[in-house]
């Protein structure tokens, strides 16, 4: 069962990412407020639904919350400011672009860049806790996977389709096989390697 906020009474924003560990296309990151009231039986840690779920949820957690913003960053500005910074980048960004301003910021993780103003109390595993990380988890998730859909019609080789640009064994033959894309971040790992295989 997720529990409903942190600090009763106080604007919590839950925050959460979703694309640090991929090969290819750009990071997302969420922030939303529910209200206090908020329940869905099947809301929970992206990673633990289904897409159609997830699909489910979407426009719920949209038509339901107080407020909420997806923002991303693309692989070029990965590979200029590395993805971690990229990722604080992406939930700083979504969290300015809330029609209403929390109180107390909820993230998702064990480290977190301040944002101006704003408490914030980092939660290890918390889109598994609180419901409001638990809804960025899944608005973060569908988004980008939905861009990967899009970049994959462009570029079907890597099936992006299928991997969302993460590190599978088909993603990591097709790079070895093809190269990489405009879309691979090029610091990371193999697409470092294939890069300066050229």
Same mark, same amino acid.
């Given at each position: ?12 924003? $839950?925050?959460?990412?979703?694309? !640090? $560990?991929?090969?290819?296309?750009? *990071?997302?990151?969420?922030? *939303? ?29 949209? !038509?339901?919350?107080?407020? #909420?913003? *997806? ?37 998702? $993780? ?13 939660? *290890? ?18 988004? !980008? ?14 099936? #992006?389709?299928?991997?969302? $640009? ?33």
């Amino acid at each position: 069962m997720l529990e409903s906020y942190f600090r009763k009474g106080v604007i919590e924003a $839950g925050c959460d990412e979703a694309g !640090r $560990g991929c090969l290819a296309g750009p *990071v997302f990151a969420a922030a *939303v407020i529910l209200p206090a009231d908020f329940y869905h039986p099947l809301l929970n840690d992206s990673k633990q639904v289904t897409e159609e779920h997830r699909d489910e949820l979407r426009p719920i957690i949209e !038509r339901d919350a107080l407020a #909420w913003a *997806v923002e991303m960053i693309d692989q070029i500005e990965i590979d200029k400011i590395n993805i971690l910074n990229a990722s604080f980048k992406a939930m700083h960004n979504a969290i300015g672009k809330l029609k209403i301003k929390p109180e107390l910021l909820l993230i998702d $993780g064990h480290i977190f860049p301040a944002y101006f103003g704003i408490m914030h109390q980092c939660v *290890v595993k918390g889109d598994a806790k609180f419901a409001s990380i638990a809804a960025a988890s899944i608005l973060a998730k569908t988004y !980008r996977d939905e861009y990967m859909y899009k970049l994959h019609n462009e570029y079907p080789a890597y099936g #992006w389709n299928e991997n969302k $640009g993460y590190a599978t064994e088909k993603h990591r033959t097709q790079i070895a096989a093809f190269g990489i894309s405009p879309y691979h971040r090029k610091t990371f790992g193999i697409c470092k390697e294939a890069e300066n295989a050229e």
